[in-house]
């Protein structure tokens, strides 16, 4: 609660779309922050994400079960080392399906199971561009968890970057959900807070850990 008064309550912030503050734990979040740290070790660790046009994204990326990159995946860090991605671990896998359960009342329909994932790091003056997360092939919910310092997240509409938009702030331990209507809908990162993480969890940045559903097959 950060000293508040009251307790941040479940928000619907569009169609499909929730944000369910306080979801995770003191140690749970400590839990993924250690898993995010193996994980960004080489091979196929953290690395700088370089766009079609020639410039790079301020926050870095590594992924699990399958590698992005724009716009595409691949079964190796194709535009880093070229190592085998890292597997999608099964109780992250599960972890997804009771995010969508606990933000929608009802769990997943069977065989949508959860096997990318996309970790970013934030530092003070990352930001990410108004985008949408459209090569996957299942319309399964995105689930976004927020490790570390604080950040305004930007949530808009499916036809757009511009507005409607609503801007939301995410802090450590917070879940976002957002499917059917607001699968595609554009989203971003216009600001991080630095200095807002808690100091017991030993972050200096933000960690945003995203869930999806490829249905890419094998």
Known sequence: ???ELFARERTGIAPGAVHLPDWLGPRR???LLDA???WARPPAGLR???TPGGGTMTARQVCLGLHWYPYGYARTAVDGDG???KPMPAWLSELGHRAVTDAYGTPPPPG????I???NFYTGDSRMGMHRDAEERSGAPVVSLSLGDSCLFRFGNTATRGRPYQDVE???GDLFVFGGPSRLAHHGVPKVLPGTGPPDLGLTGRLNITLRVGGLGP
């Open 83 to 85: 190592a085998p991605v």
């Open 48 to 50: 700088t994400v370089r």
């Open 112 to 115: 949508e199971e959860y096997d």
């Open 36 to 38: 995010c740290r193996a």
């Open 117 to 119: 994932a996309l970790v």
């Open 170 to 172: 995410l802090r450590s």
């Open 29 to 31: 979040q400590r839990e």
């Open 1 to 3: 609660m950060n000293g």
